[in-house]
């Protein structure tokens, strides 16, 4: 029988460990959403922080709903390996910052237990853009979210991620403790303001007490994280045998690619996340803008054009001359709509990421980046579109991508998204005169002035006439 990662194995050389002492490592970061992104970003920056000023910065990892990633933790003494591949080859490194790891759906007294106790004093989250119950028309709360609906009518017992923190920082209210810093790093523009309002729009809604003194002490710092960690496949976990000489049910492959801005705003202070490259500044957006705008907008038009060609990895789109063009088109003209980035140079920042998306080594599958579209088309996509036409330009590269998009779910017959249906219903009303006509009547999908704008809505149809 293959042995499994844990404490007592013995890894080759050739593998990166925890240079720290684990047994010493004590809880200071809750972290919501155990994916592969939070294993691959933001546990390695406190892995280089620990090794570099060690502290009481443990992650106690919970995940939501599925317990799996919670029981392989378990399984593996919260050991996992990354494995940094590229032309130099592949370079493993066993991460030892996680301390706990809870399934909130079977063990939530577990978790507010945590979020009330005072050495925990950062609580950061990776839980997708649809986890939020976030109203785009608005930018509050959508009450008809499920785990927002659910988690105001029964507050003391909530599910959802806005429930989980609001009850926990009511808990340390009562108890006489300050709040913990709410760091999230989803991709989401000004993510730490959009929280905020969130969980303060929450907390009015049960105690408007609790609002004021979240308002008044707590902290929601604004974050850009990047890089490219695709859903591990058997291969990786295959890759991770040899590598290991013993089985890693957690193992991720990854790029050497990795940056983190900060907003550097917290309650009581943080790990020496810098040791491990994080950049703090007093002004995130400009990068958050740059990354959501070039990185993922153009992810989201390689991903569909992927589809459409019937391949199945960013990869193999990159190996399409004509189609790595749009990415380059895409970029050169979307890049227009940013404000100056302090410290980046923009047209060779976009060289690189063209280096990134055509990494050879790295299997990110189109079908995971088309994932919930709708949630990620106004950053992504709509945002720089108005701001295109606001500056008197108009915007084709935006409209390409968004008819691609119409033209894969056209194609594929299908997507997964928490508007599937919708989505699905506007594909099966398409109709040539106007094809995108059914999608922009989606109700709150399209800012209206994009709805508005016949000659953008023109250059979305003409894309999509050309699949
Ligand atoms: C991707 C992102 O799945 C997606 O939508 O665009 O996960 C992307 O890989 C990361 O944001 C890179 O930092």
Redo the contacts with the bound molecule.
């Keep these: 029988m293959t042995s499994h990662l844990s404490n007592s194995v013995q890894l080759p050389q050739t593998v990166r460990q925890p240079g720290y002492d684990r047994a010493a490592l004590k809880p200071g970061i809750l972290h919501f959403g155990l994916g592969a ?1 939070h294993r691959a970003h933001q546990a390695v920056y406190t892995q280089r922080a620990l090794q570099d000023a060690f502290g009481p910065w443990g992650i106690v990892a919970v995940n939501l709903r599925s317990a799996e990633p919670v029981e392989a933790l378990q399984n593996q003494d919260g050991l996992y390996s990354v494995t940094i591949r590229s032309h130099e080859g592949d370079q493993s490194e066993v991460i030892g910052a996680t301390v706990d790891w809870i399934c909130a759906a079977s063990e939530r007294e577990r978790v507010l237990d945590y979020l009330a106790r005072p050495e925990i004093r950062i609580v950061t989250m990776t839980v997708s853009e649809k986890a939020y119950g976030l109203d785009p028309a608005t930018g509050g709360l959508d009450l008809a979210h499920p785990a927002v609906a659910a988690d105001l009518r029964t507050s003391d017992a909530p599910s959802g991620v806005l429930g989980l923190i609001v009850e926990g920082l009511s808990r340390r209210r009562k108890a006489g403790v300050k709040p913990f810093t709410v760091l999230c790093c989803d ?1 989401l523009p000004s993510n730490g303001k959009v929280v905020r309002r969130l969980v303060l729009e929450m907390a009015e809604r049960r105690d408007p007490g609790l609002a004021a003194w979240v308002s008044e002490h707590g902290a929601f710092p604004c974050s850009m ?5 695709p859903a591990a496949t058997d291969e990786t976990r295959k890759r991770a045998l040899r590598l290991l000489g013993v089985e890693d049910r957690l193992a991720l492959d990854t790029e050497p690619f990795l940056q983190w801005v900060i907003e550097d705003d917290f309650v009581d202070g943080r790990p020496k996340w810098e040791a491990g490259g994080a950049i703090f500044a007093d002004d995130v957006e400009p990068y958050e803008k740059m ?1 959501l705008r070039l ?2 907008g153009t ?2 038009l390689l991903a569909h054009l992927g589809i459409l060609h019937g391949l199945d990895y960013i990869r193999d789109v990159m190996a399409v001359p004509h189609l790595a063009a749009k990415a380059r088109a895409h970029m050169e003209e979307v890049v227009a709509t940013l404000d100056p980035v302090p410290g980046i140079d923009l047209p060779a920042y976009i060289d690189q990421l063209l280096a990134r998306f055509a990494n050879p080594t790295i299997a ?1 599958r189109n079908i ?2 088309s ?1 919930d579209t709708t949630q ?1 088309l106004p950053q992504r996509l709509l945002s720089p579109a108005l701001d295109a036409l606001s500056k008197g330009q108009d915007a084709s590269a935006t409209a390409y991508a968004v008819g691609v998009w119409i033209a894969a779910v056209r194609r594929r017959g299908d997507c997964d998204d928490p508007r599937r249906e919708e989505v699905l219903q506007a594909a099966a009303a398409m109709h040539d005169d106007d094809p995108s006509a059914s999608f922009f009547a989606i109700p709150g999908l399209f800012p209206p002035r994009l709805v508005e704008t016949r000659a953008w809505r023109d250059r979305v149809n003409a894309a999509i006439k050309t699949f």
């Design positions: 992104f991709n994280v990047d890089r490219i960690v990354k990185l993922n992810h989201t990110h995971q980046i994932l990620k």
